[in-house]
């Protein structure tokens, strides 16, 4: 079992950066494909980032590319979202996900547990 906390929201100018951190209880965390995903309102939760078990891979959407960065410590049981020149169209909940294969996926059923989620607004 995996219980993941976020932090590391809030409101942050156009062209701003955040850094996201999603804490991992459960000794099998390295053991996980980690991901981030966000929701804006009225829109489908998307995918944004993924990392393999042991951090040596990463997938991202097209629409971060170049400015968000995912990183994991094992040793700390900690993913991180380091997100740059932030747009409006960032806004969205940001939620940490993880699942027990090995590879990363951008579907959201094939991740088995999930965080509650912190908030992300990028002001114009």
């Known amino acids: 079992q995996v219980q993941l906390v976020e932090s590391g929201g809030g409101l942050v100018q156009a062209g701003g950066s955040l850094r996201l951190s999603c804490a991992a209880s459960?000794?099998?965390?390295?053991?996980?494909?980690m991901a981030w995903f966000r929701q804006a309102p009225g829109k489908e939760r998307e995918f944004v980032v993924g990392?393999?078990?042991?951090?040596?891979?990463?997938s991202y959407a097209d629409s971060v590319k170049g400015r968000f960065t995912i990183s994991r410590d094992n040793a700390k049981n900690t993913v991180y979202l380091q997100m740059n020149s932030l747009k409006p169209e960032d806004t969205a909940v940001y939620y940490c996900a993880a699942r027990s294969g090995s590879s990363v996926t951008s579907t959201t059923l094939q991740y088995e547990h999930w965080g509650q989620g912190t908030q992300v607004t990028v002001s114009s």
């Open positions: 990392i393999s078990w042991y951090g040596d891979s990463a």
């Open positions: 459960g000794r099998t965390f390295s053991r996980n494909t």
